[in-house]
Nanobody, 126 residues
Framework: QVQLVESGGGLVQAGGSLRLSCAASGRSFSAYALAWFRQAPGKEREFVAAINWSGGTAAYVDSVKGRFTISRDNAKNTVYLQMNSLKPEDTAVYYC???????????????????WGQGTQVTVSS
């Protein structure tokens, strides 16, 4: 069982930066693949970024490549999403997700993750 708690969301102007954190409770954090998804009002939940159990493989949706970076600190049971050059279209509730997967690949679909956080709001003003 893993519990996830996101933090770091807020209101920022276009071009600004935010760093989201997701702290996990439970054991064997290093055996979990982790991901960030987001959901804007009236839209479906969208994959943003994922990182495998070792941190050796990461993947991003095309719209955030070069602007967002996912990372993990297994000693702190935490995954991060550094978001730079934010745009108004990045506005959404951002969710952290986890699944026990010990593979080099990353999973980009929401159905691939069993554990979810409650979400944190990110609002980018123009």
């Amino acid at each position: 069982q893993v519990q996830l708690v996101e933090s770091g969301g807020g209101l920022v102007q276009a071009g600004g930066s935010l760093r989201l954190s997701c702290a996990a409770s439970g054991r064997s954090f290093s055996a979990y693949a982790l991901a960030w998804f987001r959901q804007a009002p009236g839209k479906e939940r969208e994959f943003v970024a994922a990182i495998n159990w070792s941190g050796g493989t990461a993947a991003y949706v095309d719209s955030v490549k070069g602007r967002f970076t996912i990372s993990r600190d297994n000693a702190k049971n935490t995954v991060y999403l550094q978001m730079n050059s934010l745009k108004p279209e990045d506005t959404a509730v951002y969710y952290c997700a986890a699944e026990r997967i010990i593979l080099s690949v990353v999973v980009r679909t929401a159905a691939g993750y069993h554990y979810w956080g409650q979400g944190t709001q990110v609002t980018v003003s123009s």
